[in-house]
């Protein structure tokens, strides 16, 4: 399995990014699909997930500014990012979990200004 993540950067407070992931290999069986960050010094925490039913489950953080979505013609995943903090600036990791494994993207850098 391998996820493609991408659409990171350096963004001012304020503004909006949209990451991107990628989903190639043997992904037949996705039970969850989604996004987690690492902010240096801190745990990787639970941005957004996906549930294959539709559910979804945000961070209390998320306040309403980020959106999960899939396309799952394409095998993608996505998260809209618009408001973004000083705090949002993190490695964004793309994960999936097929057959109760999880599976991790690279990461994307994300950077947020004040």
């Known amino acids: 399995v391998q996820l493609q993540a991408s659409g990171g950067g350096l963004v001012q407070a304020g503004g909006s990014l949209r990451l991107s992931c990628a989903a190639s290999?043997?992904?037949?069986?996705?039970?969850?699909m989604g996004w987690h960050r690492q902010a240096p010094g801190k745990q990787r925490e639970l941005v957004a997930i996906m549930y294959a039913d539709g559910r979804l489950n945000y961070a209390d953080f998320v306040q309403g500014r980020f959106t999960i979505s899939r396309d799952n013609t394409k095998n993608m995943v996505y998260l809209q990012m618009n408001s973004l903090e000083p705090e949002d600036t993190a490695v964004y990791y793309c994960?999936?979990?097929?057959?109760?494994?999880?599976?991790w993207g690279q990461g994307t850098q994300v950077t947020v200004s004040s």
């Open positions: 290999g043997s992904i037949d069986h996705i039970l969850v």
């Open positions: 994960m999936a979990l097929i057959r109760a494994e999880a599976h």
